[in-house]
């Protein structure tokens, strides 16, 4: 997903190390709160995580806070990430130190839910100490009141330190389903009005972004019979209801919010909601799932924060993402499938000097009206009288027919979808919600040219 989104926050952090995922998978006793502090408001940080990495091409290591647990596979594709000089976003809120191997502080970056700030020193300081496998030291920035918001840092941690040549195991531990029984607890409200979940459920769904994903279902009647929760929940099957999609991690790329007191009693809300403490192991999923307070949509209010805990086994095969062989043979297939499609197609597949197709050129459905350019932040939007599912087959086939691939699998549903677009250097991510009768799609740009003509 395209990560452009920045400005300066106000961060206020006091306390220190929390808990990591350890090698052995064994979290070991750490010491220390944190919280940070995002335009007023704060967020609780309860884990770390601190490992030798590439800090400006140079040996360094790096230390996480974060509300999340952090996953060892994370914590991987961070050192993988580092070394090509390539941001990595961990799951939000989070804050993140970076020093030499000689312990020189080079400062610190973080993140919450809709802002993300990149690494910056300014008048921060931090020492950093590798004893008995351990990391520990201090960082800290007096409160600047100059610029938009004041920011301050005060971090202290002493945590496990993964080092460069250790090959972490899985986070997850797979088995069978837990002979556990499903619980939810907590508030659900629209509009100020609470719906009492009272069922829930987990389900593996077909992989997201290249990675396994699954699905949970609150409800307030029972659902445990039925063969398509996700889907007929959203519907109102079982009242009141909120679907989330997400990985194995907690970090989530779909929700579906479903309220009687809502007007709009079915639509999509992601980015409004996060996982705080989740865990998928042991045959089982729990957690929390939280709003930071009421989130606005459409004029009106939704809030959640429920914990719970539900069976989960393994990914069954049909689930399982395809091992890297066969998935660079598909991509392989796919590229000589839409290079064909592109050559028939040649004056919407048209590709301007360097091959960089200019944003007006880019293919959307036939009826697409209110269509508006967004050079500056290298967005569009526009109307369609389709509803989402078909507005999504459309626009696919015109995409495909112009050369574009699909990045991992779409998540399509009656109330929203996502669709990912790779073609060259150029990216697209797509959003289609209903709206009006019929559907509103955002897409969120990457190596167009956006030069007016």
């Excluded at 360094?60 to 991987?76: D, F, Q, R």
């Excluded at 078909?390 to 699909?406: I, P, R």
């Amino acid at each position: 997903m395209i990560k452009k989104l920045s400005c300066l926050i106000a961060i206020a952090i006091i306390g220190g190390a929390v808990t990591i995922f350890a090698q052995s998978g064994v979290k070991p006793a750490n010491v220390g709160e944190g919280t940070l502090m995002v335009k007023g408001k704060n967020y609780s940080l309860k884990n770390a995580a601190a490992y030798e990495t590439t800090v400006d091409g140079e040996n360094g290591i790096a230390v996480v806070l974060s509300g999340p647990t952090i996953s060892n596979e994370k914590i991987s594709e961070a050192r993988k990430s580092d070394k090509k000089d390539e941001p990595t976003d961990f799951r939000r809120p989070y804050v993140k130190l970076e020093f030499t191997k000689a312990g020189e502080f080079k400062g610190w970056g973080a993140a919450t839910t809709d802002v993300s700030l990149g690494r910056h020193r300014s008048a921060a300081t931090g020492e950093i100490k590798v004893q008995d496998g351990r990391a520990i030291g201090k960082a800290s920035q007096p409160n600047e009141t100059e610029g938009m918001f004041p920011s301050g840092l005060d971090v202290h941690f002493d945590v496990p330190l993964v080092r460069a040549g250790d090959s972490l195991p899985p986070s997850k531990k797979p088995g069978p389903a837990a002979n556990v029984k499903p619980a939810v607890t907590g508030i659900f409200k629209g509009n100020g009005k609470d719906a009492k979940l009272a069922y829930v459920s987990a389900h593996w769904r077909e992989p997201f972004g290249d990675k396994p994903s699954m699905v949970l279902v609150f409800t307030e009647k029972d659902h445990s019979k039925d063969k398509k929760p996700d889907f007929n929940a959203g519907f109102g099957k079982f009242g009141s209801a909120l679907i989330v999609s997400l990985h194995e991690d907690g970090d989530i790329f779909g929700c579906e919010v479903a309220h009687n007191a809502l007007k709009h009693q079915n639509f999509s809300s992601i980015g409004k909601i996060n996982t705080n403490d989740f865990e998928y192991a042991d045959g089982q999923v729990k957690g929390e799932l939280a709003t930071d307070g009421p989130a606005d949509i459409f004029g009106e209010t939704w809030e959640v924060n429920v914990k719970f805990v539900a069976p989960l086994g393994e990914t069954p095969k049909e689930f399982q993402v395809a091992a890297p062989k066969q998935a660079e043979e598909d991509a392989t297939d796919k590229s000589a499938v839409s290079e064909a499609m592109s050559e028939l197609s040649e004056k919407s597949a048209a590709k301007p000097a360097k091959d960089q197709l200019s944003a007006r050129d880019l293919a959307l459905t036939k009826d697409a009206t209110e269509v508006e350019y967004k050079g500056l932040v290298e967005q569009l939007g526009f109307k369609s009288k389709a509803n989402v599912k078909s507005a999504c087959a459309e626009l696919s086939a015109n995409l495909k027919a112009q050369g574009w691939t699909k990045e991992g699998s779409d998540l399509v549903t009656p109330a929203s979808a996502i669709l990912k677009r790779k073609r060259g250097d150029a990216e697209l991510t797509i959003f289609v919600k209903p709206a009006s009768g019929g559907s509103e799609v955002k897409m969120m740009t990457e190596g167009l040219s956006w030069d007016d003509k």
